[in-house]
């Protein structure tokens, strides 16, 4: 499994991006993609995740700002990130359990005034 994640960027607080996450190879085993981040000096934290089925699940700090979504066609994974904080400026990750764990190149997300 090969996972190609892009969409990060610089954005001012209060503003959006959306993260993809593009999977190829043995896509057809991928039991969830989710997407983590780490900040510097942090650890790498758990942000959201789809399963094959459809369930989600965020992390707190997210809720009701972020919203992942899958497109089976595209075999790609979205994180649609609003109301962005300089919090959530961190390296984002994509990762895909097929069903051992896959890792994608990460993508910089900065949020700054």
């Known amino acids: 499994v090969q996972l190609q994640a892009s969409g990060g960027g610089f954005v001012q607080p209060r503003g959006f991006l959306r993260l993809s996450c593009a999977a190829s190879?043995?896509?057809?085993?991928?039991?969830?993609i989710a997407w983590y981040r780490q900040a510097p000096g942090k650890q790498r934290e758990l942000v959201a995740a789809?399963?094959?089925?459809?369930?989600?699940t965020y992390t707190d700090s997210v809720k009701g700002r972020f919203t992942i979504t899958r497109d089976n066609a595209k075999n790609t994974v979205y994180l649609q990130m609003n109301s962005l904080k300089p919090e959530d400026t961190a390296v984002y990750y994509c990762?895909?359990?097929?069903?051992?764990?896959?890792w994608g190149q990460g993508t910089q997300v900065t949020v700054s005034s």
């Open positions: 990762n895909a359990m097929a069903p051992s764990p896959y």
């Open positions: 190879g043995s896509s057809f085993s991928i039991v969830a």
């Open positions: 789809i399963t094959r089925g459809g369930t989600t």
